[in-house]
């Protein structure tokens, strides 16, 4: 079965009454050297567990299958169960009906993936990507996470540092991994086409975050402080995130640092945050 077809995918679809939920930014691929490039892009091979989330019609399902030493696909939505029971018939291909939101993916490892590298391969919904890739990153199980993203959410998280185009959350993943966009995905080459152009973001866990920080805690209260008024200038934005310090105390901070008065958040790098960070805890 060619699941890329989108004859034979709209037939095996209707033969289990499956219809495309918006709510769920169900869109399944119909090229199929696109889910082939996306499993080499992840580098499963043997000695791999993947974590796919939102299998779909099973189309990447079935070229990890082929690549991995296990492939564990978590799917919400009960109506596609069906399908993947005809469309991947792999005996290292496990179906999971849940969340993964709401999953112990530490715990799901550990007892999927004994003995091998956790890893994570996945088309994300959309509208959950912000959440899933928190958890993935929260997840020190899983050593790198290749995912199918809105062609701007995944440059935005590879931007380099301080070029402008990043914010907290860019932030936030290049502290615990490196980041890379590895390929481009037009809009036509799936069913039914997203209104957007998609992107594959590779990410590798560091084996030590990229900057030294002594409260992690407020380091990060920092850096979602600096974004906070975006068109703001720095200075600004940490005066309104850190009320208790007041506007004279963050000029400090920031001086202290070598930083333009007028410097805005989106042009900090993670050792700049980090030097911030600690002018903030000198100047309480």
């Known amino acids: 079965m060619n699941l890329c077809d989108p004859v034979e995918l709209r037939g095996l679809l209707a033969r289990h009454g499956f219809h ?13 050297q696109v889910p082939a490039d996306i499993a080499d892009a992840s580098e ?4 791999c567990g993947v974590l796919e989330i939102g299998p779909g019609a099973g189309c990447l399902t079935a070229e990890l299958a082929r690549r991995a030493g296990k492939v564990v696909s978590v799917e919400l939505d009960g109506a596609l169960l069906p399908v993947l029971a005809e469309s991947v018939p792999y005996s290292n291909v496990e179906i999971v009906h849940g969340d993964v939101l709401k999953l112990d993916l530490e715990a799901l490892a550990a007892e999927k993936f004994s003995g091998l590298t956790p ?7 959309y509208n959950i990507t912000t959440p899933v890739l928190t958890k993935l990153v929260e997840t020190a199980a899983f ?3 290749t995912v199918l993203l809105q062609r701007e959410v995944a440059r935005r998280l590879a931007a380099p540092q301080g070029s402008g185009d990043g914010g907290a959350f860019t932030a936030f993943l290049q502290y615990h991994m490196e980041t890379a966009v590895v390929l481009d995905v037009p809009r036509e080459k799936f069913l039914p086409p997203p209104k957007v152009h998609s992107a594959v ?7 030590r975050p990229a900057v030294e920080v002594g409260d992690e805690a407020l380091f990060f209260r920092v850096v979602r402080g600096a974004f906070l008024l975006r068109r703001k200038t720095l200075v600004n934005s940490l005066a309104a995130a ?3 310090l007041g506007k004279a105390a963050a000029e400090e901070a920031v001086s202290a640092c070598g930083l333009p008065a007028g410097v805005r958040g989106e042009r900090l790098t993670l050792e700049d945050f980090a030097r911030l960070t600690e002018a903030l805890q000198a100047v309480t």
């Open 20 to 32: 495309f939920s918006k709510s769920m930014g169900q869109n399944f691929l119909i090229d199929p």
């Open 44 to 47: 499963a091979d043997g000695t």
């Open 119 to 125: 890893i994570v391969c996945a088309n994300l919904p």
């Open 143 to 145: 050593r790198t996470v």
């Open 201 to 207: 973001l590779r990410c590798v866990r560091r084996t």
């Open 242 to 244: 850190f009320p208790e």
